[in-house]
């Protein structure tokens, strides 16, 4: 564990975090990095034999991109366009290298020396293997740095580990191999990569003394009513900055409806039970989490130290996150090393931002209606641009948007950094689709909701009538499909049952009542999407948020046959749902809306049949598997997954098998 001075400056790593592989096609090649001083970068490709490509994007051109966020935090975007096609199913290894920007006779660094662990045993430099045809991914969501137990993303890395070590790199998928997958396709990313709403205390912590080491610009703060609060620095210093940020919110009559929205909803009875009271606020804080949950490097030097004036209760409350907290610690050079070898897709969900973030139009007004709420849901969502976003679709960050960024990033809370924030609230660029064979087509069930026209309260569809008509024309005329949705297209029938009640009082905030069936014209249309005859006739669909994993085989109802769906949840990365409800709630669900059950004809699945999936060694009823891991899914030629399984983060691995009598009620 750390324990050097905060102001060791001069031992802040070359690399802070990366490099991240975002993307590659037959000719070309996307990588992310954030390094301590201003960098040039350097790429050869070994495409095996005696074909090396040697690349070298000038700083500022579309082929390397830079932001400066402080006197020590650069961000590089490499977006490598090559002359011939990548060579598909090999190893291809990279050697990036990097030299100061102002060298006149550059000094190229390698991996070995700023990052010797970033290789596996036997490779020399990190690589990848460009697999276009999908044989095999891995998908999960909802990674919580003070979860206690262990990283969905650290088997991850134990799978390539074997891969490499067997040579098995252009595997064919068979059932005999040992068990061993191809090498996947993409690492997919389904949300709640951070939690910028529950943040433990040592956290927070490490990124207070992380933004001091990198010189982040102080933040000029509005709309706080605590006397004395006016910029970043000032919230540091603060006696509530840790574990009491609420009290920090306005306290007059007329926004109480906005500690509601932010802390109104943190204890869950049902669904969840987390923490809001660190909530991140500034641009710098979440900027700062995003390199301490990805790398190692940052975590050097920091100091944990519990900070002075915190009552009995936050001393034993940060004792105990400070245990979490190590072992994530030690978790993240397999973190790294794994998010280096595969190309990794992301999209945000509530927590990259806030919980229930945009729920329902009541909750939009009251968030987007202060001045202080504004900032921190639009500080969460500028960190998100540049460390996830960006590299999904480098091209939809066009000059002006980077423009924008780069002026918000050197002056934090003045005019430019305001209409930052305004301009990506109305940006409808975060969905994207990978050329993949089957495409991977990710939506934005955030930012584009369809708003109740009849209550403000109600929640909102996941996503509006024109960014649905658009999903349509995407899919339109594809054999198969790999859908991403955060949130799972076809959920749990009793929880989203609960989640209607909840909302019927007036309530759902309590209960994170959002689903896809809980508003009447989102659910009608993603349906008729599915039912369109030209539409996929192969949907598998990827989803997380929920905190348990489970597999359903979908069969719609019609005259004429609609397409396989098969809905595979994987969640959480390092999470878990609580173990004795989530055991209650799954067999109350499995004996109230089995496929046979006459109650399913008092749903929208009364069109359809929906079969549950039972994983190994699911005891009597069970179908919902609890427990943090990744989630690993094998499709054969024509986009239909013939192997699904969960690789839990204790080492087990669950397979999830068709039941061959899945009608009855067990």
């Not at 909302?503 to 039912?531: C, K, Y």
């Amino acid at each position: 564990m750390p324990t050097a001075s905060n102001s060791a400056n001069e031992d802040l790593p070359l690399v802070l975090a990366g490099p991240l592989l975002r993307r590659v096609e037959a000719q070309r090649i996307v990588l992310w990095l954030a390094t301590s001083q201003p960098m040039r970068a350097r790429i050869d490709l070994d495409i095996g034999g005696e074909q090396a490509l040697h690349l070298t994007p000038e700083p500022g051109t579309p082929a390397c991109r830079v932001l400066t966020a402080g006197a020590q935090l650069h961000y590089l975007l490499l977006d490598l366009a090559l002359d011939a096609e990548l060579p598909a199913g090999q190893w291809i290894g990279y050697r990036l290298a990097l030299a100061p920007r102002d060298e006149v006779e550059p000094q190229w660094r390698d991996a070995a020396d700023w990052a010797p662990d970033l290789c596996y045993p036997g490779r020399e430099t990190p690589g990848f293997v460009f697999a276009p045809q999908v044989a095999s991914l891995l998908h999960g969501s909802c990674r919580k740095p003070h979860y206690h137990g262990g990283d969905g993303l650290v088997r991850a890395d134990a799978l390539l580990a074997e891969l490499v070590a067997r040579n098995a790199l252009d595997a064919d998928p068979a059932p005999e191999a040992d068990g061993l997958p191809a090498w996947p396709s993409a690492l997919v990313m389904t949300g709640d990569q951070i939690y910028a709403d529950d943040v433990a205390g040592p956290m927070l912590r490490a990124i207070h003394g992380l933004i001091g080491r990198l010189g982040l610009p102080v933040e000029r703060l509005e709309g706080i009513d605590e006397a004395g609060v006016r910029d970043a620095e000032s919230l540091y210093r603060h006696p509530d900055c840790y574990y009491r940020r609420d009290k920090l919110l306005p306290r007059h009559k007329r926004n109480y409806a906005l500690i509601e929205v932010f802390f109104g909803g943190v204890e869950k009875p049902v669904f969840t039970s987390a923490s809001a009271h660190n909530h991140l606020i500034t641009l710098a804080e979440v900027l700062a989490m995003y390199l301490l949950v990805w790398s190692p490097a940052p975590w050097r030097g920091l100091q944990l130290d519990p900070p002075a004036g915190l009552s009995a209760e936050d001393a034993a409350r940060y004792a105990s996150e400070h245990r979490a907290i190590e072992a994530f610690i030690a978790d993240l050079p397999a973190v790294r090393r794994v998010l280096a070898h595969i190309p990794v897709a992301m999209i945000f969900d509530d927590h990259d931002i806030t919980d229930d973030w945009n729920l329902s139009r009541e909750w939009e007004e009251i968030a987007y209606g202060h001045d202080f709420s504004r900032r921190i849901i639009g500080n969460a969502l500028l960190a998100y641009t540049i460390n996830q976003a960006w590299g999904n679709r480098p091209e939809v960050l066009d000059d002006d948007l980077l423009e924008r960024l780069q002026r918000s990033l050197a002056a934090p809370g003045d005019t430019a950094h305001q209409e930052c924030i305004a301009h990506l609230r109305q940006f409808e660029g975060w969905h994207y689709s990978w050329p993949t064979t089957p495409p991977l087509v990710v939506i934005d069930t955030r930012t584009q909701r369809w708003r109740s026209e009849h209550a403000a309260r109600r929640p909102s569809g996941l996503m509006d009538w024109e960014s649905l008509t658009d999903l349509q024309h995407t899919l339109r005329g594809l054999p198969a499909v790999l859908l991403v949705s955060p949130a799972p297209i076809f959920g749990v029938k009793l929880i989203e049952s609960i989640q209607r009640v909840f909302t019927w009082f007036g309530h759902p905030l309590m209960v994170d009542a959002e689903n896809w069936m809980a508003h009447p014209g989102s659910a009608q249309a993603i349906l008729n999407i599915f039912r369109h005859r030209k539409t996929p006739q192969h949907f598998v669909v990827l989803s997380g948020d929920v905190h348990y994993s489970f597999v359903y085989d979908v069969e719609l109802r019609g005259r004429v046959r609609g397409p396989d769906i098969w809905q595979i949840c994987s969640s959480g990365v390092r999470n878990e749902f609580p173990p004795r409800l989530l055991g209650v709630l799954d067999r109350l669900n499995r004996w109230l809306y089995s496929p046979r059950s006459p109650l399913n004809w008092f749903t929208r699945r009364r069109h359809m049949r929906v079969t549950p999936r039972r994983y190994e060694g699911a005891s009597q009823g069970r179908r919902l598997l609890n427990g943090s891991g990744i989630g690993l899914v094998e499709l054969d030629a024509e986009g239909v997954p013939w192997r699904i399984r969960e690789l839990l983060a204790d080492g087990r691995t669950i397979g999830f098998e068709r039941d061959e009598d899945a009608s009855r009620w067990d």
